[in-house]
């Protein structure tokens, strides 16, 4: 089965405050991964009919070799769920991925918003940067991709950095052929969060593949990333 949103997620792309963004040496496979290895433990868990529950925490997110997050939210037991895997480079924590019959519907990959131990305030003096540098980098990797919008405006009841784009894929190697709106946005942690650093969730759909995702303001309520966004949180006070 192709991974056509793996094309996104797995750029590599660092977000370090003030570091530039590194591209992956080579492009992304398009074959599905394999499960993650066991020895890292299970973080899943029944969140309710329908709803399975990922809490990450920073130990989990140490093995994987991603900066230290504590994060959990629910999202669609019909969804695949890809985890990173302990001992490797990784470019995400978790990958969820929605499929109509062999072909790819909807994808959200969470990846890391690394604050380097600095006040998630100091964000706000280098976000414009971090996400120009991420939009040059997808759009090497997807020639063609417009930039529709970008920086900081109200999404979902809250004003987060955020930039939308549109894309297509005409080459079956890059994924499943179809326009495509992927939607980035970065979540930080707040002051009585145990969580050092913050997080980012790539949402992205291909239109009429039967997704009930079909304007911008739908991904914060419909879709598989509509519930996750809607059921992010950061581990409180005290959270490993």
Known sequence: MVRTMTLLAVLGLSLSLGCPAKESSSPAPATKAAPESKSVESTEEPAGPGLKRLSVNLRQSRAWRLPPAA????YPAKADLSLAKAGRRNPYYALVELYRGKKISESVSISHVDLRGGPAAKWDLLAGVVMKRLQTAMQRQVPGMKIVSSGKASFGGKDV???RSEFEITDTRMGDPGKYRALWVALLPGASSSSPNGASLTMTVRQG????????????????????????????????
Do not use: C, H, L
């Open 71 to 74: 994060f959990r939210f629910t």
């Open 161 to 163: 950095y955020q930039f």
């Open 209 to 240: 593949s039967g997704s009930e995702v079909s304007s911008w303001d739908d991904f914060a309520t419909k879709g598989i990333m509509g519930q996750i966004w809607r059921s992010f949180e950061f581990a409180g006070a005290g959270g490993r």
